[in-house]
């Protein structure tokens, strides 16, 4: 296998692999995680075990929205199809552009969520707990959408 196959190979792998941890993370946890801890009368301090889950979770989505970033670029580089980075003008790049546009407002919302449960561990008020579940079911509901470009493209 010449190098420049194997090397984009890997380019391709590690994407896959970056979008399973960041998208399939926001999806466990809005899915499984938080509904499992709430509905768990055993649980005395819900928050406390969200909290911790969440504090684990956080550097596998930063160095996963990170990575993706890195080896989009490559990947959109090496691509024949590719143009520029918001070009409509093929059913290709659109795809590829309005996946751009979900990816950037989901990395906008991830940090707002990051900094709404700063606020929760301080304030530990429920609206705003309830806040960052929102956006959370959100940004997984994108996330759904992302792939299903991604499938496309």
């Known amino acids: 296998m010449p190098n420049q196959l194997l090397l984009m190979n890997v380019m391709r792998f590690l994407h896959n692999l970056f979008t399973a941890l960041w998208i399939g ?51 959109g580089k090496s691509s024949k199809s590719f143009t520029s980075l918001m070009d409509f003008g093929t059913p290709y790049m659109t795809a590829v552009s309005v996946k751009h546009i979900l990816i950037v407002v989901m990395v906008i919302l991830a940090f707002v969520r990051l900094s709404i449960n700063k606020r929760v561990k301080v304030e530990k008020k429920m609206e705003l707990q309830k806040l960052s579940a929102g956006i959370l079911a959100l940004n997984a509901l994108l996330g759904v959408v992302v792939l299903f470009l991604s499938s496309m493209i």
């Open 25 to 75: 993370g926001m999806l466990l946890m809005a899915l499984v995680i938080l509904p499992g801890i709430r509905k768990n009368p055993k649980i005395s301090e819900p928050l406390m075990v969200i909290n911790g889950i969440q504090d684990r979770i956080k550097p596998f989505a930063l160095a996963s929205m990170a990575g993706l970033a890195l080896t989009g670029l490559l990947l």
